[in-house]
């Protein structure tokens, strides 16, 4: 059975920090493409970084510089490191697992606050 389960979100004031993980199992991880993606109130979900099978990363613009995305493959896990957060950021934040051709397992989500 597959399951990816995010933790580590809350309430932090701007300009804070906060390290999210996802714990992934059911599936060979190593193999897997791993990405978050944020949904904030009213808005489309969105990516905010990704992380390859070798370790490339690519971000959105608009946490590049602030936000780092890594993973453990030993330890099945995937992890945000979001540094000098925003109002902003305010969003779920979901982990994905995805590999060619079509499959994508999502995460059930944890919340980030951003606010003073």
């Known amino acids: 059975q597959v399951q990816l389960v995010e933790s580590g979100g809350g309430l932090v004031q701007p300009g804070g920090s906060l390290r999210l993980s996802c714990a992934a199992s059911?599936?060979?991880?190593?193999?897997?493409?791993m990405s978050w993606y944020r949904q904030g109130p009213g808005k489309l979900r969105e990516l905010v970084a990704a992380?390859?099978?070798?370790?490339?990363?690519n971000y959105a613009a608009s946490v590049k510089g602030r936000f780092t995305i890594s993973r453990d493959n030993a330890e099945n896990t995937v992890y945000l490191q979001m540094n000098s957060l925003k109002p902003e950021d305010t969003a779920v934040y979901y982990c994905?697992?995805?590999?060619?051709?079509?499959?994508?397992?999502w995460g059930q989500g944890t919340q980030v606050t951003v606010s003073s």
């Open positions: 994905k697992a995805s590999i060619l051709p079509r499959v994508n397992y």
């Open positions: 059911g599936f060979t991880f190593s193999s897997y493409m």
């Open positions: 992380i390859n099978t070798v370790g490339g990363s």
